[in-house]
T-cell receptor
Framework: GAVVSQHPSRVICKSGTSVKIECRSL??????MFWYRQFPKQSLMLMAT?????????EQGVEKDKFLINHASLTLSTLTVTSAHPEDSSFYIC?????????????FGSGTQLSVL | QQQVKQSPQSLIVQKGGISIINCAYE??????FPWYQQFPGKGPALLIA?????SEKKEGRFTISFNKSAKQFSLHIMDSQPGDSATYFC??????????????FGKGTKLTVNP
């Protein structure tokens, strides 16, 4: 199947610093990528939809100035957690769709565990 | 209306048994229902999916049963194996074509298959 690569897999940072997470579709072009947040033993919460060449669409309650999303090419989307605080510690997962219908055959990255000290 | 309710929260099955996970939804505009399998520390992986015009779909040991009138769908894992131990999420797609589609996930079911 299609491969979505996410880096880094784990990051530990000090409070107040910014962290960038990359999501790449390795063998297909993804016009739309999604960013999720997952707390321990919880479901995936959609944070934003990232569209290539345009601004991301954020879900209600997600701070767009804190979670900066850039989708510069058809194979790369980045999530930057700005001025991270301990409450931002979470498992962040990206996904990219293969096919004409978004959401169909959605492939996920392996996730990034962010720990803010 | 955007919720997908999943049960049970956890499930323990003996090797060789049948694992059944259920999901229910309210939004009749949902048009695609995938199931995902997630191992600890990993992203979810698509397991099997169904559209509402089909009542059942089978892929190997995994079967989705879909009841459109009841707005329910379920995942059946036949001959469950210890390697199937993972968290399973049902999901539903909302929105219309044109880029506004997104998946709504259930809260997950942690499956443990005992040897």
């Amino acid at each position: 199947g299609a491969v979505v690569s996410q880096h880094p897999s784990r990051v530990i940072c000090k409070s107040g610093t910014s962290v960038k997470i990359e999501c790449r579709s390795l063998d297909f072009q993804a016009t739309t990528m999604f960013w999720y947040r997952q707390f321990p033993k919880q479901s995936l919460m959609l944070m934003a939809t990232s569209n290539e060449g345009s601004k991301a669409t954020y879900e209600q309650g997600v701070e767009k100035d804190k979670f900066l999303i850039n989708h510069a090419s058809l194979t790369l989307s980045t999530l930057t957690v700005t001025s991270a605080h301990p409450e931002d510690s979470s498992f962040y997962i990206c996904s990219a769709g293969l096919g004409t219908l978004v959401g169909e055959k959605l492939f996920f990255g392996s996730g990034t565990q962010l720990s803010v000290l | 209306q955007q919720q997908v309710k999943q049960s049970p929260q956890s499930l323990i099955v003996q090797k060789g048994g049948i694992s059944i996970i259920n999901c229910a939804y309210e939004n009749t505009a949902f048009d695609y229902f995938p199931w995902y399998q997630q191992f600890p520390g990993k992203g979810p992986a698509l397991l099997i999916a169904i559209r509402p015009d089909v009542s059942e779909k089978k892929e190997g040991r995994f079967t989705i049963s879909f009841n459109k009138s009841a707005k329910q769908f379920s995942l059946h894992i036949m001959d469950s194996q210890p390697g199937d131990s993972a968290t399973y999420f049902c999901a539903a797609r909302s929105g219309t074509q044109g880029g506004s589609e997104k998946l709504v996930f259930g809260k997950g079911t942690k499956l443990t298959v005992n040897p």
